[in-house]
Structures are given as C-alpha cells and as structure tokens.
C-alpha cells in the first residue's frame, strides 16, 4: 500500500521554512532600528554611527517579503480544490 501525499504538502513546507526565516529577520532588523533611535545612536554598536540603520534595514527588507510569502504559501496551502463538472 502507498501513501498517498496531498499537492499542497510541499506549499505548506515551503510556507513554513519561509515563515521561519521570516518573522525572526523581521523582528531582528526592528529590534535593531528601534534600540538605535531610543538609545539615541549609542547602542547596539555605536561605532558604525548612522550604518546601525542599514544593519537594520537589511534583514527587515529581506525578512518581511519572506514572511508574506510564506502566509501567502499557507492561505493558498489550505484552499479546498474545486470541482469542475
């Protein structure tokens, strides 16, 4: 007997490793930006100055198009095939 694997199980694994790399950029990238305005440039590493915005920028930009692809993923992972008659 063969086990049988729906189509949408490769949508879902795809949707959660992108949601898994996603969110946790996301977060890290706004952590980083909003340690930097509230401690008024001296943390987390005053040595690059203004930089610490790119350092945080960049995992922010390339973090929240994965996450949205990956809830994407899942939306479209979960829908019902439809009949056509």
Known sequence: MTNVVPQSSGLRTAAI???ACGIPATLFGLIWILTFY???GELPMPE???A???VGLIPL????PLALT???L???S???PTRSF
């Open 78 to 80: 979960r829908r019902q």
């Open 74 to 76: 899942l939306a479209a």
């Open 17 to 19: 490793v992108l949601l």
């Open 70 to 72: 990956g809830r994407l």
């Open 48 to 50: 690059l100055g203004s």
């Open 52 to 54: 610490n915005l790119v």
């Open 61 to 64: 930009l390339i973090g929240a």
């Open 38 to 40: 509230a401690s008024r």
